[in-house]
């Protein structure tokens, strides 16, 4: 695919290139006329012969670059090229040697490094010659199934290149085999060589977004103690910012380069709650705590964040990255979403400024992929941001533009797009440990990068906005590439709230696409609708909740955040962790939410026309709380009144981890069960948790009956008033009969009475002096069982067993 070079001039240097080839084919002329007569050709065009006779076969040897070295030359180097040749067929290849190929001329446009890069056979008269010489590596003998590696080392001034441009650069097996035994070319595997070797007159901007984001790891629960100490669900953070992990190596091979950092608020949230202390969820929903090893780590890597991103140009997503495009398609008929991504736009600058002390723009929104519509840009905007970042193959270009147009196109409503390029942006995905891969996409990414500068004398300000999460071994790619391209000779960077004010080239493209244009690969991957009604129904139930609480940032805080961690961008492709995450949020909000309760009732028995009735409110939360009202109901108003009506309310207050117990006066109209319900509610009349049913069963004492039981106490009265009479009786008369009595007759001085016949007996008196009762007759009534003007009774009399299942009424 060597294109002819449109150039408007060359250096100094390539032009004597170019003399020096022009003076050496003139020379050789007659000579290269004679060797055309030759039968068979030079041995060169006997390869080539017998290359094109077996090109639809080569492949059965595999090339590997694994490096090239220097990705950009300059005059006075020596390109170095390794890699590795794998006999992939039955035959031995014997007689072979690895070669390089760099093309005559540079390619002329950004689409024929696509083709060569597509290239994957030997494509006789359109790829180069070798550059033959000593610059070959010979391989005698590569048996089936057999590998060797290879080295070759070329001074720049021996490739013979040209103008500046980009050059196709293939590596080489030519060999036989045994069933064809000539030389031939058995496989090939091209890169790009840019070629730059002065500074170009005019330099492309680019900026490059470097991006600090990782899936959700922290849960709604917190700790009770007084910092709440957070709970994670895994502890896979950990792992990416330990040395080697993925955060770990964004954050220290960022640190050299000229990029925009592009920050989740939430994943430097999450660090933060590690560095305090964490712990972290079991399968049994239990939880351990997190180590010291752990905390320690992330305090360094959020001092070296810090210390990093001190000057720099950063940019803050919303909180959590929520997935505006799944917002835009399925959330936004739901009430309440669109509040959400405010929300987490707003805590986004101040979360970012309390851990690292740098204040980052918000102003940018960033839809997966840079794929946008209408009702994209819509939700976007709704939250403040005023540009959004989208991609080349969303807002294609259909101007017919023969250049790559500047990244900045105004939209209409006073957005701006920044729009990313689509093959610069895509350069890094895929495995990049491999370190074929790596090399052979460091290449082309510079190559598209020259060739955009190479297009026309205009500057141009470009944008790279790379996969939101790059895996470890795609962030060393990334890397490369870019400390490559700002050494190089065509570009200077910018940051892209620079690029966003650029002059937006008058014939790029500003029609936002339509809805039925966004591609089905990333539909089938948005959050479905039942994400957002969860987002709607359990911030229905914070509010509900957090109006009782005396600490409302304690619940309010972390489960606004994990509801906004419910619509994060990171749950794509991961429908059941993401609907595990939610129904974890709304089972521990749920869980709270009751542990402020009625106590349980068990039927109660009411006798008499009035009572009153207990019911507790248990309080096991640590707080205190309040703004509750009590609502006892009566489902029979007519034959049991709660008050002074079918229902009595009490305003609730109850300290934390404390129960309280309060009364309502009843009274009874009539015999029989009654249905009662107690109810906690809001102030605002919404009812709060689930109501306490239980029967009451009235049993009203008629008016025969009290009389009856007046009649007794009456009766109670007058006994016990004839009793106390006949005893003060008795006692006078005992008085008068002991004064007529001699001293000889009394007791004596140890207490004893003499008898007539001269026997003692003992006084039962506990002392002496003491005075016995009596020792007459009964008195009336204390042996009988009744006295004949007592009525008979009408009621049993009363039991002091329990009364049975029934809860005992308080009166």
């Known amino acids: 695919m060597a294109e002819a070079a449109d150039f408007q001039g060359t250096s100094p240097s390539p032009a004597r290139r170019w003399l020096r080839r022009g003076g050496a ?96 056979s030997f494509q006789p008269g359109l790829d180069a010659m070798e550059v033959g010489g000593k610059y070959v590596q010979k391989v005698d003998r590569l048996g089936a199934g057999n590998s060797e590696n290879f080295s070759i080392s070329v001074p720049v001034k021996d490739l013979d290149l040209g103008d500046d441009g980009v050059y196709q650069l293939g590596v080489s097996l030519t060999g036989r085999t045994t ?45 009770s103690d007084e910092q709440q100490t957070r709970v994670f ?38 660090v933060d709650a590690m560095r305090g202390g964490y712990r972290i969820q079991q399968a049994d929903g239990t939880t351990v705590a997190g180590s010291d090893r752990n905390r ?67 102003d940018f929104a960033w839809p997966v992929d840079g794929a946008i519509d209408p009702s994209i840009v819509d939700v976007a905007t709704s939250a403040g941001a005023d540009k959004v970042i989208a991609r080349s193959d969303s807002l294609s270009e259909t101007g017919g533009l023969t250049y790559t147009p500047s990244a900045a196109r105004p939209i209409g409503g006073g957005t701006t797009a920044v729009v990313a390029d689509e093959r610069l942006s895509t350069a890094f995905q895929g495995d990049m440990i491999k370190a074929e891969n790596s090399t052979l996409a460091v290449q082309k990414f510079l190559a598209q990068s020259l060739m955009i500068n190479l297009q026309d004398a205009d500057q141009r300000s470009i944008v790279v906005a790379p996969q939101r999460m790059p895996t470890a071994g795609q962030a060393q790619t990334m890397a490369e590439a870019l400390k490559a391209l700002q050494q190089g000779n065509w570009s200077e960077s910018q940051g892209l709230a620079a690029a966003a004010k650029a002059k937006p080239d008058p014939g790029a493209t500003t029609r936002v696409p339509s809805a039925s244009q966004y591609p089905r690969s990333l539909k089938r991957q948005q959050l479905p609708v039942s994400a957002f009604d969860w987002m709607q ?15 409302k940032s304690r619940v309010v805080t972390p489960f606004g955040l994990a509801i906004d961690r419910g619509m994060s961008t990171s749950w794509r492709g991961r429908p059941a962790e993401a609907a595990t995450f939610r129904d974890g949020v709304e089972s521990y909000l749920d869980g709270l939410t009751g542990l402020v309760r009625l106590i349980q009732k068990s039927d109660a028995k009411l006798s008499g026309r009035s009572a009153t009735i207990p019911v507790t409110v248990q309080n096991n939360l640590v707080q205190g709380v309040g703004h509750l009202v009590l609502r006892l109901t009566s489902q029979q108003p007519t034959r049991l009144k709660i008050g002074n009506g079918p229902y009595s309310e009490q305003p609730i207050r109850v300290a934390g981890e404390h129960s309280q117990s309060v009364k309502f006066t009843t009274s009874t109209k009539a015999n029989g069960p009654v249905q009662v319900v107690a109810q906690l509610y809001t102030e605002d009349g919404q009812p709060y948790g689930s109501p306490v049913p239980f029967e009451v069963k009235v049993t009203e004492i008629t008016s025969t009956v009290m009389l009856v039981i007046g009649g007794g106490v009456l009766l109670l009265v007058l006994a016990g008033f004839r009793m106390y009479t006949q005893r003060k009786r008795a006692a006078a008369e005992q008085a008068e009969g002991g004064s007529e009595q001699g001293p000889e007759d009394g007791p004596d001085a140890e207490g004893v009475n003499k008898d007539t016949d001269g026997t003692v007996e003992t006084e039962d008196a506990e002392g002496s002096g003491a005075v016995p009762e009596s020792t007459s007759g009964p ?15 009408d009621t049993a009399p009363e039991s002091t067993d329990p009364s049975g299942t029934g809860e005992r009424v308080d009166r």
């Not at 953070?237 to 960022?254: H, N, Y």
């Not at 008195?779 to 009774?793: C, I, M, Q, R």
Request: aromatic fraction near 4%; hydrophobic fraction near 40%; glycine fraction near 8%.
């Open 179 to 223: 069933t064809q035994p000539w030389d031939q070319v058995l496989g090939i595997k091209r890169t790009f060589l840019p070629w730059q070797p002065e500074s170009a007159d005019t330099k492309t901007k680019t900026t490059f977004l470097w991006p600090l984001i990782s899936p959700v790891h922290l849960t709604a629960e917190t700790g």
């Open 233 to 270: 669900k895994n502890d896979d953070l950990a792992k990416e910012i330990a040395p080697g992990g993925r955060l770990d190596q964004l954050l220290s091979l960022g640190s050299g380069l000229d990029v925009t950092w592009v920050l989740d608020p939430d994943v430097l949230a999450s």
């Open 537 to 551: 129904g359990t911030q229905g139930k914070l509010d509900k909740f957090q109006v009782i609480l005396t600490d």
């Open 25 to 120: 084919l003139l020379a050789g002329a007659p000579l290269l006329a004679g060797l055309l007569q030759l039968p068979l050709g030079t041995p060169a065009q006997a390869v080539e012969k017998a290359s094109a006779a077996t090109a639809a076969g080569s492949g059965g040897v595999d090339i590997s670059i694994a490096s090239l070295t220097p990705s950009v030359p300059t005059d006075g180097d020596t390109v170095t090229v390794s890699g590795s040749v794998t006999n992939r067929s039955k035959q031995t290849v014997t007689d072979a040697h690895v070669g390089i190929r760099v093309g005559s001329s540079p390619l002329t446009t950004r689409s024929a490094i696509d083709t060569a890069a597509k290239l994957t």
């Open 779 to 793: 008195e009336p009534g204390a042996d009988d069982p009744g006295h004949p003007s007592d009525p008979t009774p």
């Open 296 to 362: 320690a780590l992330a305090k360094d890597w959020l001092d070296k964040l810090e210390k990093t991103v001190q000057g720099q140009k950063i940019v803050a997503l919303p909180f959590a990255d929520p997935d505006i495009a799944s917002l835009a398609h399925n959330g936004r008929k739901t009430t309440g979403s669109l509040s959400h991504l405010k929300n987490a736009t707003a805590v986004a600058a101040d979360t970012v400024e309390s851990i690292v002390h740098v204040k980052p723009s918000t």
